[in-house]
């Protein structure tokens, strides 16, 4: 595998060389990018000898080839250790101010970071909050342990142990386990027009339709994700990933349309989208006025059941996975629904979703239970809304 061993300004930098060396005697082929400070830590020549790969910190050097991105491109693997306070921060920002940087931006293959610093600025507010939008990306983040800190001080900080981070790095759920499987996934809220003006809808964000595409494409799945209503900045995540089609849609009769005509082509087909049931028998040509005191009544129809539909007309070796947002609180009364939707959509796979006002719509985290096809629990996670997309490639992943 090609792997990417980025290595940062901190002291732990020498630990890192066990860490390339354990890769590197596993077969893989092993890219060191240092930043310009960790060498004041282990030199260019050491990551030479040891990953028997040219190693620069510049993005100058080897133009030609474009390398401030080809290493990016080429990672299957992307691991940070020791990963400093200053570059998990700089990573959340997305600032790219050297080879590492560029390379971190320009990959898509899952990353994983490892933490070393002192206690007090593992804790800071900006680092937790840094590390926190790392997660939800879907960055591994790998310690750090607790111990002794370079200044005699103890607490957690210090760098996890070479062999650990390669064991972790190594599982990392999607190390391009999904390799040119298509995917087709629906992620947002449908919006219903009233009048030119108006329109019913839900509070979807989009982000745990968009999570489960990402977490497709970065394990190296061909993606269309059918995108109705999202925030603007969870949108512009699948828009920008190289490996991503996106097709824009408003109402749920659009979203239908979309899904039956990529269907054809998907080997897994995901519906996250939170659909509107209904939507009013006639949209107003004109803003609607409003009529003295007198309420206001709406004529609605049903939408189509996309999902059943999907699910209905599947070919041989295409799998369907529904989602269904609940508000039940009791887990079993949750799961007896869960098991109804199933079997009325005839998916593969449902994830159960508990959903309210402070739960499932429109928040980074989340917590499912998957069904399977005889209404057993094959997962159940609870996490960011990226840990919960992986969860259900992995059920996806077993089933296959
Ligand atoms: O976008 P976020 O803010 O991140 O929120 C995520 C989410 C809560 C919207 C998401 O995790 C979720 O639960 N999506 C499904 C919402 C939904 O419509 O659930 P449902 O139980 O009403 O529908 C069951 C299934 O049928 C869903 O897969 C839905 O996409 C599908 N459906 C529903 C109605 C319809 N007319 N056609 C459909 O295909």
Do not use: C
């Not at 006639?282 to 059941?305: F, H, I, R, W, Y």
């Not at 999907?310 to 887990?331: C, H, I, K, N, S």
Request: hydrophobic share 45%; aromatic share 2%.
């Amino acid at each position: 595998m090609f792997i990417v061993v980025g290595v940062t300004g901190g002291i732990a930098a020498y630990k890192s060389v066990h860490l390339v060396r354990r890769l590197v005697r596993a077969g893989h082929d092993v890219h060191v990018i240092p930043t310009e400070d960790s060498l004041h830590f282990v030199g260019l020549t050491t990551w030479e000898a040891i990953s028997r790969n040219p190693v620069t910190t510049s993005v100058h050097e080897d133009v030609a080839r474009v390398r401030h991105v080809s290493l990016g491109r080429s990672a299957e693997l992307v691991v940070v250790a020791p990963a400093t306070a200053n570059v998990l921060a700089k990573m959340a920002a997305g600032l790219a101010d050297d080879l590492l940087g560029t390379t971190l931006l320009a990959t898509t293959a899952p990353v994983v970071v490892a933490p070393a610093m002192h206690t007090e600025m593992w804790r800071h507010p900006a680092t937790v909050a840094n590390v926190a939008v790392l997660r939800e990306r879907g960055v591994t983040v790998v310690g750090p342990a607790e111990g002794e800190l370079t200044g005699g001080d103890s607490g957690p900080g210090r760098m996890s142990e070479p062999d650990e981070i390669a064991d972790a790095a190594l599982a990392v759920p999607g190390v391009h386990d999904l390799a040119g499987l298509r995917v087709l996934v629906s992620a947002g809220g449908t919006r219903e027009p009233l009048d030119p003006v108006r329109y019913l809808g839900n509070r979807s964000s989009g982000r745990q339709g968009v999570a489960v595409a990402l977490a497709a494409a970065d394990r190296g799945a061909d993606v269309t994700v059918v995108l109705a209503h999202a925030d603007t900045d969870v949108a512009d995540r699948v828009r920008r990933h190289p490996r991503i089609r996106v097709v824009d849609v408003g109402t749920a009769e659009e979203l239908q349309h979309a899904m039956t005509s990529a269907s054809s082509s998907a080997e897994v087909i995901v519906m996250a989208a939170a659909v509107a049931d209904y939507r009013v028998a006639e949209v107003s040509a004109v803003k609607m006025s409003k009529k003295g005191d007198a309420g206001l009544t709406l004529d609605l129809v049903q939408n189509p059941d996309i999902l059943a539909g999907l699910a209905a007309a599947r070919r041989d070796g295409q799998m369907v996975v529904g989602f269904a947002a609940e508000t039940e609180p009791d887990r079993e009364l949750l799961l007896e629904r869960g098991r109804g939707k199933r079997a009325r959509k005839g998916v593969d796979l449902l994830v159960v979703n508990e959903v309210g006002w402070t739960r499932g719509f429109d928040r980074t985290d989340n917590a499912v239970v998957v069904l399977g096809p005889d209404g057993a629990v094959v997962a159940e996670r609870q996490g960011t809304k990226r840990e919960v997309a992986d969860a259900l490639w992995d059920a996806v992943v077993a089933r296959r």
